[in-house]
């Protein structure tokens, strides 16, 4: 037998037990270690709980559709891209896209960032007006330029000057609809001094999410989506409309490299939905990466960040009277062997696509109870 095939066989080996070959670290050397790398991989993709709801009245939601591409061979940031495309166009979900509930002046406002692994290219947009699909934006200024974010007026600019439509409005019937619910209970004599209004308006929200009017994944809502193909290509993007009522040109999470989205190819991705002040203060989907690239299980890494929010978490108003956070904070997380997690800081969901089809599942949270109890 010659040599070429010994190394052959081994590698087949290695791929049917999983095995994996560790990339070797100078002693002494500053580079980061590198994480161990699969010789073969199951594909799978994770998002938030809506990547697996939504379908815009097609036949898949937005894991299986990413998936089914991933498993045809399509570039894998694509295929994520193709799944959120999906929910940022269906306007049902009123927490990204199109039917995204709108900001304080009743104008819908759209972050997005996505990462390529392979070529380590990344791309954002924030606070984009009139472009129904921001995740597409964010994947021409990666392709396209030499930035990373660009924001406001200038990335509808760069928009359109890419042959992007912009459209007038992005608003629906029901975005309106809630926006003007919330106007009227803020804003009833027309003016109020800033600071007043500020309160009412959180107020105004806290009463329409008790009402039912509201649910608070759309309060908060956005769709993060996480791919690994069986080359073990990582890719992943995040787009949202952000936190509803927001002040006009408030960046989230989201459109931010490292908070709403991290992927470094060699190690593996992680994204956010929830409150995103909480996330950019920390920063944590970089810090789970690096979790990862120390050895940290997907579940592990997202925990450890979880405890870091909760610590830093020390004004009253963002407490409950018992003490932990009074908001919801998701992160959904690969790494370059396929392990995956969707964790949180009280229970919800996420979803899953691997050969068995898409699955909506538990995350694992760090705190019982919910966010307003
Ligand atoms: N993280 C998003 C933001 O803060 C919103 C969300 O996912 O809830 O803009």
Redesign the pocket.
């Known amino acids: 037998m010659s040599k070429k095939m010994k190394r052959r066989d081994f590698m087949i080996t290695s791929a049917a037990a999983g095995v994996t070959i560790a990339a070797t670290r100078v002693k002494g050397s500053p580079v980061a270690p590198t994480m161990l790398i699969p010789a073969a991989v199951q594909p799978v993709v994770v998002s938030s709980a809506n990547g697996n709801r939504f379908k815009n009245r097609g036949n898949m939601t937005a894991v299986h559709k990413a998936f089914s591409m991933i498993t045809k061979g399509e570039d894998v940031l694509d295929s994520v891209i193709a799944g959120v495309n999906i929910v940022e166009l269906d306007p049902l979900d009123d ?1 990204v896209g199109y039917g995204g509930l709108p900001n304080a002046e009743g104008v819908v406002q759209l ?1 997005s960032s996505c990462m390529h692994g392979p070529k380590k290219r990344a791309g954002a947009v924030g606070a984009l007006e009139g472009v129904s699909r921001p995740s597409l934006v964010a994947q021409s200024v990666l392709e396209n330029t030499d930035h990373h974010l660009i924001v406001g007026k200038g990335a509808q600019d760069y928009a359109r000057s890419m042959g992007f439509k912009i459209e007038d409005d992005l608003n629906t019937e029901n975005s309106r609809r809630q926006w003007l619910e919330w106007k009227r209970r803020i804003d009833p004599q027309h003016y109020l001094d800033p600071a007043k209004r500020a309160e009412a308006g959180h107020r105004a929200a806290l009463e329409m999410l008790a009402e039912g009017l509201l649910r608070e ?1 759309n ?4 769709i993060n989506c996480d791919g690994i193909n069986s080359k073990g290509e990582i890719c992943g993007v995040t787009t ?1 409309s ?2 509803a009522w927001k002040i006009p040109g408030r960046l ?3 459109p931010i490299l490292g908070a ?1 989205l991290y992927v470094d190819g060699n190690v593996g991705a992680a994204g ?6 909480a ?1 950019l203060y920390n920063l944590c989907s970089f810090v789970i990466v690096e979790e990862m690239r120390r050895g940290a299980h997907p579940k592990d890494a997202g925990m450890e960040v979880l405890k870091r929010i909760k610590a830093n978490t020390i004004e009253k108003r963002l407490l409950k009277a018992d003490g932990n956070p009074n908001f919801g904070i998701n992160f959904y997380i690969l790494n370059a062997k396929g392990e995956h997690a969707g964790v949180s800081m009280y229970a919800t969901k996420y979803a899953m696509c691997n050969e068995n089809g898409p699955q909506t599942l538990d995350t694992e949270p760090l705190l019982p109870g919910k966010p307003g109890d």
């Not at 309060?219 to 956005?222: E, K, P, V």
């Not at 956010?272 to 002040?277: N, V």
Request: net charge negative; glycine share 28%.
């Open positions: 927490s972050d994944e309060m908060h809502g956005t949202t952000g936190l989230g999470d989201s709403g956010s939905t929830g409150r995103g002040e996330n």
